[in-house]
């Protein structure tokens, strides 16, 4: 650990098919890529992730993206973050924003990707958590850096790059 504030996570669990192995995932994956990233308050920060089901993240989906199917992960960083700068010198936790991450769309990635479902949620809880802070992938250039920050971080974890697997462009 660098040294880095703390965050503070809390989860609300919203669908019984998730299992206590995967809140743990959860926690230790943005606790980890909190230690990683700079851009965090000197008083640390709050996070809300709810483990919920495809149904429900459907209809987030749906009425926030205007995308009427399940997503794995949908990120609702806090209205306005200071700039980064601002934020490191905070001197109370700054509200960082809320987390969603369904079940089935999550269990169904992690079987088609052949990666324990533990693995997986973490690598989204680290994902949706970089949204927080205002990375993105907009772009090829923005996607390289969150890639490579993302598979850095799960590397503290012991899981293996997400990226290092997936098949080339033909």
Known sequence: MTGMSAVSVDILVE?????AEEETAVRAAIATAADAVRALPAAGGEVTVVLTDDEAIRK?????RHMDKP????????AQLP???RLEEAAVPATLGDLVIAYETTVREAAAEG???????????????LHLLGYDHESDEEADEMERLEARIL???????PYATRPSAA
């Not at 997503?71 to 806090?78: E, H, W, Y």
């Open 155 to 161: 590397a503290r974890l012991n899981i293996p790059d």
């Open 15 to 19: 669908s019984s098919l998730w299992a």
């Open 115 to 129: 990666k324990p479902v533990a693995h997986h949620v973490a690598h989204l809880a680290v994902h949706g958590f």
């Open 71 to 78: 997503t794995n992960v949908l990120s609702f960083p806090a």
């Open 60 to 64: 987030l989906n749906r009425d926030w």
């Open 83 to 85: 700039t980064p700068q």
